[in-house]
C-alpha cells in the first residue's frame, strides 16, 4: 500500500490552528540543526552571474576531500537532494525496487513516477536510508548489493565513521548528501549524488547547466573546508540529544532511537501528544503508519525552557 508523502515542517498549518505568530514557535518536526552553519559573505557576482566554472569545481573537490570520496567515483551538486532523488529512478529502467521502511517517502514516490514497482522482494534496485529516518537504523554493507543500489546518507554527517561513501567507486552505486540537516541549511537547496560516472553523466544531462547557485556553491565550499566546526558540531548535537532523551523519557516516553539530529519516541498517542505539544506552541512530528511514534528534532540551545515547560 502507498503511504501518504507526509513530511515534518508545515509550521504555517500549525500556526493557523493553534495560533500565535511565527517567533512563538518551537518547530521540531524536523530534523534540521537548529545552529546552522554561520553564512560567510558571499561575493556579489555569485548573485549577479551565471554560476562559474571554478566554484562548482572548488565545491566538488572539497567535496571530495570532506567526504573521502574514492577515485572512480563522480561527485554531482545539484539544488538538493530532493532533486536527485526525484530523477534517480529515471536513469535506469524501470524494475523492481525494494525501500525497506518505514523510511523516507520521496524514495517511493520517485521510483512510483517513473514506472518502478515497489517489492520487498526487489532485485533490480534498492534503496536504503543510512542512518533511516524515523528510526536511525545503520545498513551493514553486506545487505547493499543491488545492481542500482542508492544510499541516502542525508543524516550520515552526523556519524561520518559510519559512512558507506567507500561503496560510491562499485558500478551501480550512489551515494547521496544533503546540506539542509546537519549544516542546518536546508533553505540553500544543495545536495551531492556520488558515485557510478554513468549514472551520474546521465542524471547531469537531465538537471541541465547552472543547477546550483553561485551563493549555494561559494557557502557550500566554505562549510566543506571548515572541519573544526563540523567536529565541535557533532559534540554539541550529541549532548542535546541526550538531553532530549532525558527530558521525553522521564515522562513515560520510550526512545525508539534516530539520529542526534532527531529523537523518536513510543508515546501512548502520537496525535494527543502531538496537540498537547502544539498548545504549547511546539511543533513535533507524527506519522500515518503509527499512531504511537513521535519524532522530535532538537531546539534551539535558547529555547530549552519552552520544551522543558511544555513537559
Known amino acids: 500500500m502507498n503511504q501518504p508523502r507526509d513530511h515534518g515542517g508545515g509550521l504555517d498549518a500549525a500556526i493557523a490552528a493553534y495560533g500565535g505568530k511565527r517567533a512563538d514557535w518551537l518547530d521540531l518536526s524536523t530534523g534540521i540543526n537548529p545552529v546552522p552553519y554561520p553564512m560567510p559573505p558571499v561575493p556579489p557576482d555569485a548573485w549577479t552571474a551565471l554560476p562559474d566554472r571554478n566554484a562548482h569545481d572548488r565545491l566538488i573537490g572539497l567535496a571530495r576531500s570532506f567526504w573521502q570520496v574514492p577515485d572512480g567515483a563522480d561527485i554531482l551538486p545539484a539544488a538538493g537532494a530532493s532533486a536527485l532523488i526525484a530523477q534517480l ?115 547531469r544531462e537531465v538537471l541541465g547547466p547552472w543547477h546550483v547557485s553561485g551563493p549555494a556553491l561559494n557557502i557550500g565550499a566554505e562549510a566543506l573546508s571548515d572541519p573544526i566546526w563540523a567536529d565541535e558540531t557533532r559534540a554539541r548535537l550529541a549532548k542535546d ?17 534516530g539520529t542526534d539530529l532527531f529523537r523518536l519516541y513510543q508515546v501512548q498517542d502520537a496525535k494527543a501528544a502531538q496537540v498537547h505539544l502544539a498548545r504549547h506552541k511546539i511543533w513535533s512530528r507524527i506519522f500515518p503508519y503509527a499512531d504511537n511514534w513521535l519524532r522530535l528534532g532538537l531546539p534551539h540551545p535558547d529555547r530549552w525552557d519552552q520544551l522543558e515547560a511544555a513537559f
Open 241 to 257: 540529544a541526550a538531553r532530549l532523551d532525558d527530558i521525553v523519557t522521564r515522562k513515560g516516553a520510550i526512545s525508539l532511537g
Open 89 to 203: 529512478p529515471r536513469m535506469r529502467g524501470a524494475g523492481r525496487v525494494e525501500i525497506p521502511g518505514p523510511t523516507y517517502n520521496e524514495h517511493g514516490a520517485a521510483f512510483r513516477a517513473a514506472g518502478w514497482t515497489l517489492d520487498e522482494n526487489g532485485f533490480d534496485a534498492l534503496v536504503a536510508v543510512h542512518p533511516n529516518n524515523p528510526d536511525g537504523l545503520l545498513w551493514e554493507v553486506a545487505n547493499l548489493d543491488a545492481p542500482l543500489t542508492i544510499i541516502d546518507e542525508s543524516f550520515c554527517d552526523i556519524v561520518p565513521d559510519k559512512s558507506h561513501i567507500g561503496l560510491a567507486s562499485r558500478p551501480g552505486t550512489v551515494v547521496l548528501k544533503s546540506f539542509g540537516k546537519f549544516w542546518g541549511l536546508a533553505g540553500l537547496r544543495l545536495g551531492f549524488a556520488i558515485g557510478d560516472p554513468d549514472i551520474l553523466a546521465a542524471l
